[in-house]
């Protein structure tokens, strides 16, 4: 089955849809090249919060796909705008592993008494005493952002935890809701729709994540793709919200359902 032919653009995961481990998916390199030669929009929404944007365009260059930093919408992106909107000169205390300073640029960082926590990606930084701290701060009236809601991540040594585990807990002990600045937010796909000029109904969403990705893209007008790479598992989908739009076996198969020669 081929899609509509007035899709002008794709949003494409990264993480579980071209790489795992940073390491290329069979076919991607080139399903990408096709993509990109048949004139499509592409812009690559990722949840990745251990890295920057030009840090995740130089590793996917050497990995041999064609992309610059402008390709790619970072969750730690989208959440600097967001709080630079909602929270402009905020103290803000961040929680993440990995350095994402260069895409947080005017956002002010505290280590103490900050006026939001902004939670990012899971590793050794979310111990006990972080979060404890983290929620003495909620629990004196800071705001709570989240870069993402996302439970569990694939690398190439399996599945392993992600910070939405930890976010679940700490909103039920402090008795707030956070605001997700990344996937699975409305606003993340219609900043990627702006970063590519097009309407919803113009663009598909790919990812390997069912509810983050794809259902998510479709709550928003776009069309879902999933891909069964990744974090895919069988029972997920089973279980999932709602159906995707299509599911491939790969990243590697878009080309075709896009009727591209």
């Known amino acids: 089955m081929v899609v509509s032919e007035s ?20 076919g991607a390199v080139a ?16 949840n990745t919060t251990s890295r920057t944007r030009a840090s995740i ?14 390709d790619v919408l970072t969750a730690p ?8 909107e909602h929270f402009p000169g905020a103290r803000c205390a961040l ?14 960082l505290v280590e103490d008494d900050p006026e939001v926590v902004v939670f990012g990606g899971a590793g050794p930084e979310f111990d006990y005493a972080a979060l404890d701290r ?28 992600d910070a939405g585990a930890f976010l679940l807990g700490l909103e039920q002990a402090a008795r707030v809701e956070a605001e997700v600045t990344g996937k699975p937010s409305r606003a993340f796909f219609a900043a990627a729709l702006a970063q590519l000029g097009v309407g919803a109904q113009q663009a598909l969403m790919v990812g390997d994540d069912v509810e983050s990705d794809v259902l998510a893209a479709q709550r ?11 974090k895919f598992q069988q029972e997920t989908l089973d279980g999932a919200s ?20």
């Open 77 to 84: 992106s989208a959440t600097a705008a967001h709080l630079a």
């Open 134 to 161: 983290a929620f003495g701060w909620l629990q004196r009236g800071a705001r709570l952002i989240a870069m993402h809601r996302n439970l569990y991540w694939r690398t190439d040594a399996g599945l392993r935890l």
């Open 57 to 70: 365009a130089e590793t996917l260059g050497a990995a041999g796909f064609e992309v610059g930093a402008e």
């Open 242 to 261: 709602g159906t995707p739009d299509h599911v491939l076996d790969s990243f590697a198969d878009l080309p075709t359902l896009l009727g591209l020669s």
């Open 31 to 46: 399903a990408l090249r096709r993509i990109r030669a048949a004139g499509l929009g592409v812009v690559l929404v990722t």
């Open 220 to 230: 928003a007008g776009l069309t879902g793709v999933l891909v069964r790479t990744g």
């Open 7 to 26: 899709v002008r653009a794709v949003l494409i995961d990264i993480d579980g849809v071209l790489t795992v481990s940073w390491k290329p998916l069979p």
């Open 95 to 108: 929680l993440n592993s990995g350095d994402i300073a260069a895409d947080l640029g005017g956002v002010t």
